[in-house]
């Protein structure tokens, strides 16, 4: 299967992403500055990419399986925005 993000789809995908990138950069930084450096810090990142990224790619490549071309779509954009809310509300937690 090849992935299929196309449209929507693929800056949704590039928001999660580059929020995802933008909260590891600045973990990153606030870890180095204060000397509290740990493996944790890059192993949380790659925990979330399995977690919240690779569902979004099994549901776009699911995509030639949904006939109403809707279903899985909304799937899609609901775990995009709980990525979303769930970075963001991040940041408003601390």
Request: aromatic share 20%; net charge positive.
């Amino acid at each position: 299967m090849a992935l299929t993000l196309s449209g929507l789809m693929l800056y949704a995908m590039w928001l999660v992403l580059g929020v995802m990138g933008l909260s590891f950069v600045v973990d990153l930084f606030k870890s180095f500055s204060s000397g509290t450096f740990s493996s944790s810090t890059i192993t949380n990142y790659l925990r979330d990419l399995l977690y919240f990224v690779f569902p979004l790619f099994l549901l776009s490549n699911m995509m030639p399986l949904d006939h109403t071309d809707f279903i899985i779509k909304i799937a899609y954009y609901i775990g995009v925005v709980g990525v979303l809310y769930n970075y963001v509300g991040g940041y408003f937690k601390k």
